[in-house]
């Protein structure tokens, strides 16, 4: 019979067939190209002395599970963010409706350069799958993006057009440079909040969405190996690919959802072990099925919470221990409640 030890380096030898660094390379590629061709179409506009929404727009990342390196090819898609400079002065807790406007157009105007480039290559190669008036998915060449549009309260020069040379504009960022955006986040973040904090309850989502795809390189820099752990990554790839393949045509947990969930199984079992006992990716997964079994099973359905366990600091988690224990408060009974580690929705 195989060892526990014996099954993480078979799981970890499969991951790694799968995750090549060339088809994680892909996303980053394509992603440039797609940048570049709307670059194109924002000049063709400016050359006829004609505006456009996109103008404003400084720089883009390529967050998600794709910076992560959580990637699975065609699973997975990127997750693109567009960022343009909001000076805090200029943003009005009474008047949120023009920054909703001004994303809707952005995305309007995307959108209707898409289909204008549909024309120009195989049309077959470029899909608009689906359009709201704050969120863009599209097919790229084989590979989907996710578009989301967000303000920055300072101009983040690691994001903006070009920043590591011509025509390359989003890149997987090194250890280091992960540090200095977490920093530059975990500034700029209670901006954000007391923002939130001032807005009324219409305008209030709009608000959290805006921060979490603002300050989603954040959610990268929590989910570092160094951080949680190689073993707690393959578990959570594991759960991507069998959620997928298991539950189409059923309810997801959305990637930060499982990844938070993996992250709290393993703390608690961690807790429970001994000091020394290594703690495998399959002990995470057998968890994560033993955890929702038992709910499914309690009479009584108690609240079952789970939260990011690393909360000493906003370096480790934005939301204060004290927040999260008042928000437990207004969980209702019979409820599996993942708890963000960026926001409180």
């Known amino acids: 019979m195989a060892s526990k030890l014996d099954c993480q380096n078979f799981l970890d030898q499969k991951l790694q067939e799968i995750t090549s660094p060339d088809t994680i390379n892909k996303y980053y590629v394509l992603a440039n190209d797609f940048v570049n061709n709307l670059l194109a179409k924002q000049k063709e506009i400016i050359s006829s002395n004609k505006t456009s929404p996109f103008s404003c727009i400084y720089g883009v990342m390529l967050s998600g599970c794709v910076q992560k390196q959580l990637v699975i090819p065609s699973i997975s898609c990127g997750y693109l963010v567009f960022l343009y400079h909001l000076k805090e002065r200029h943003f009005d807790n009474s008047n949120v409706e023009p920054f909703e406007k001004k994303h809707k157009d952005i995305l309007k105007w995307m959108k209707q350069s898409i289909e204008k480039m549909k024309n120009e290559f195989d049309k077959d190669e470029i899909r608009i799958l689906r359009y709201s008036r704050s969120s863009l998915r599209i097919e790229w060449k084989g590979v989907e993006y996710h578009i989301a549009i967000a303000w920055t309260f300072w101009k983040r020069q690691y994001c903006a057009f070009d920043y590591t040379q011509n025509n390359v504009h989003v890149y997987k960022f090194l250890a280091e440079q992960l540090q200095i955006a977490a920093s530059d986040l975990v500034e700029e973040a209670p901006i954000h909040q007391r923002h939130i904090r001032k807005t009324n309850a219409r305008w209030k989502k709009f608000l959290e969405k805006n921060m979490s795809?603002?300050?989603?390189?954040?959610?990268?820099?929590?989910?570092?190996?160094?951080?949680?752990?190689?073993?707690?990554?393959?578990?959570?790839?594991?759960?991507?690919?069998?959620?997928?393949?298991?539950?189409?045509?059923?309810?997801?947990?959305?990637?930060?959802?499982?990844?938070?969930?993996?992250?709290?199984?393993?703390?608690?079992?961690?807790?429970?072990?001994?000091?020394?006992?290594?703690?495998?990716?399959?002990?995470?997964?057998?968890?994560?099925?033993?955890?929702?079994?038992?709910?499914?099973?309690?009479?009584?359905?108690?609240?079952?919470?789970?939260?990011?366990?690393?909360?000493?600091?906003?370096?480790?988690?934005?939301?204060?221990?004290?927040?999260?224990?008042?928000?437990?408060?207004?969980?209702?009974?019979?409820?599996?409640?993942?708890?963000?580690?960026?926001?409180?929705?």
């Open 213 to 345: 795809s603002s300050l989603s390189l954040l959610r990268v820099y929590y989910m570092r190996g160094e951080s949680i752990g190689k073993n707690v990554r393959s578990a959570i790839m594991f759960l991507k690919m069998w959620q997928h393949y298991q539950m189409k045509g059923k309810q997801h947990l959305s990637n930060n959802s499982l990844e938070i969930m993996c992250v709290h199984l393993f703390d608690r079992l961690k807790k429970k072990s001994q000091c020394d006992t290594p703690i495998f990716s399959f002990d995470i997964i057998a968890e994560f099925f033993h955890s929702i079994m038992q709910f499914k099973k309690c009479a009584s359905k108690k609240i079952l919470p789970m939260e990011w366990p690393y909360q000493k600091n906003k370096f480790q988690c934005l939301i204060k221990s004290k927040h999260i224990h008042k928000y437990k408060q207004t969980f209702n009974s019979g409820d599996i409640v993942i708890l963000d580690n960026l926001i409180i929705r």
